[in-house]
């Protein structure tokens, strides 16, 4: 099947620093999504990108749908304790139901 | 609108028991998926509906079976139960739009342990 690779697999960082991740494929996706899972609760959409090329921001979240559609980035601003979790990206290939192919996640932990 | 819901959130099954894991929906979507995710990595798809009376195999179906008699409803069912299955279920559901607009919503998950 599909894969999907994301990296970093995990970060510690300082409140305040600001964060990237990155998916990368060897298929194309029709859209990119990123999730983010709190532990013991399912995944919550944070962005959808939907455009190659596409540079998209939710607050301090800005994401871009890379301009060959087999990759995208998450950059997190100004990290806050609260932005402790796992991240995943997704891939969506449209069809018979639009079905997602998820990344490992990285899990992200900020010290106060 | 509670969105997704699932039961149960916690469960221990004995090796070669059955069960019966829940999801509802009050989106009114048509799809709705069934994921595992074990411990560490991503969701992997199991089964998958596009409406009521459809589904089909995701990535890896193997040990379950699933039904879809309403809209609403897509329950996920283990028939014998293994180790292998110990995991984190996820149920999620969309529109049936093809071209944005149609991300997946997730319910909170039902953990399961098999000894």
């Known amino acids: 099947g599909q894969q999907l690779n994301q990296s970093p697999q995990s970060m510690f960082i300082q409140e305040g620093e600001d964060v990237s991740m990155n998916c990368t494929s060897s298929s194309i996706f029709n859209t990119w999504l990123w999730y983010k899972q709190d532990p013991g609760e399912g995944p919550v959409l944070l962005i959808a990108l939907y455009k190659a090329g596409e540079l998209t921001s939710n607050g301090r979240l800005t994401a871009q749908f890379g301009i060959t559609r087999k990759d995208s980035f998450l950059n997190i601003s100004a990290s806050i304790p609260s932005d402790v979790g796992i991240y995943f990206c997704a891939g969506q290939t449209y069809g018979a139901g639009n079905m997602l192919t998820f990344g490992g996640g990285t899990r992200l932990m900020v010290k106060p | 609108n509670a969105g997704v819901t699932q039961t149960p959130k916690f469960r221990i099954l004995k090796i070669g028991q059955s069960m019966t894991l829940q999801c509802t929906q009050d989106?009114?979507?048509?799809?709705m998926y069934w994921y595992r995710q074990d411990p560490g990595m991503g969701l992997k798809l199991i089964y998958y509906s596009v409406g009521a009376g459809i589904t089909d195999k995701g990535e890896v179906p193997n040990g379950y079976n699933v039904s879809r008699s309403t809209t609403e409803d897509f329950p996920l069912r283990l028939e014998l139960a293994a180790p292998s299955q110990t995991s984190v279920y996820f149920c999620?559901?969309?529109?049936?739009?093809?071209?944005?607009?149609?991300?997946?919503?997730f319910g909170p998950g039902t953990r399961l342990t098999v000894l």
């Open positions: 989106m009114n979507h048509n799809y």
């Open positions: 999620a559901s969309s529109n049936h739009r093809l071209a944005g607009y149609n991300e997946q919503f």
